[in-house]
């Protein structure tokens, strides 16, 4: 099964309210995780990125909160607003091989997010 | 900028029909990516490539193959589609082997 994962599949919020989108991963070697958002007929958005050496990285309206003991990422966001209504995939970087290649991003199945009136 | 830039943006094949479709960024990116996405399921990578004239293997390359003769191109060649090939493909490119900025997407039926 993919190591990444998701605890729900949707999420319904109203508007105004803080949503928390949550993912899970499996790979401790894992340095780098990005969290993409997906709107119906669209290609994945980035949204923000956490490096393995941070608990917590904040943008605009949205933070990234890993816990790394419990191989645990989060996805903030603040005053949830219709727009935000979307698919919602955090993707893990198992880390760099020696040639520096690129390694592959593994991505969950995403969480529906669906923002209420 | 335009970013990335995928077509076609759909298409219908006949099973054993093949077709490219075509992936461009001008961001000067080294590394660039084709996926699909399935219903319910993540992305998952067919192929990548590191800088031009450079291609690999992702997690699903069997019944596909891909060039990078030109940096700002990558291009993504089914030689005899096959039903279980209908699905969403997705092009990403990066500058280093992390932030990956995706392209719109290209639907794929083969009946």
């Known amino acids: 099964g993919e190591s990444v994962g998701l605890h729900l599949p949707t999420l319904s919020v109203q508007e105004g309210d803080n949503s928390i989108i949550n993912c899970a991963y499996s790979?401790?070697?894992?340095?780098?995780f990005i969290w993409y958002k997906q709107e119906s007929g669209k290609g994945p958005q980035f949204i923000i990125d956490i490096r393995s050496n941070m608990d917590k990285r904040q943008g605009q309206r949205v933070t990234v909160l890993l816990n790394k003991t419990v191989k645990h990422l989060s996805l903030q966001i603040a005053a949830t607003q219709p727009g935000d209504s979307a698919v919602y995939f955090c993707a893990e970087n198992m880390g760099r091989s020696s040639s520096g290649s690129a390694r592959q991003l593994t991505f969950g199945s995403g969480t529906q997010l669906t923002v209420l009136p | 900028n335009a970013g990335v830039t995928q077509t076609p943006k759909f298409r219908v094949l006949k099973t054993g029909q093949s077709m490219t479709l075509l992936c461009a960024q001008d961001?000067?990116?080294?590394?660039m990516y084709w996926y699909r996405q399935d219903p319910g399921m993540g992305l998952r990578l067919i192929h990548y490539?590191?800088?031009?004239?450079?291609?690999a293997k992702g997690e699903v390359p069997d019944g596909y193959n891909v060039s990078r003769l030109k940096k700002q191109n990558f291009l993504l060649g089914l030689e005899s589609a096959a039903p279980s090939q209908t699905s969403v493909y997705f092009c990403?490119?990066?500058?280093?082997?992390?932030?990956?900025?995706f392209g719109p997407g290209t639907r794929l039926t083969v009946l």
């Open positions: 990403a490119s990066s500058y280093v082997p992390d932030t990956q900025y």
């Open positions: 490539s590191v800088g031009e004239g450079t291609t």
């Open positions: 790979n401790s070697a894992s340095d780098y």
């Open positions: 961001m000067n990116h080294e590394y």
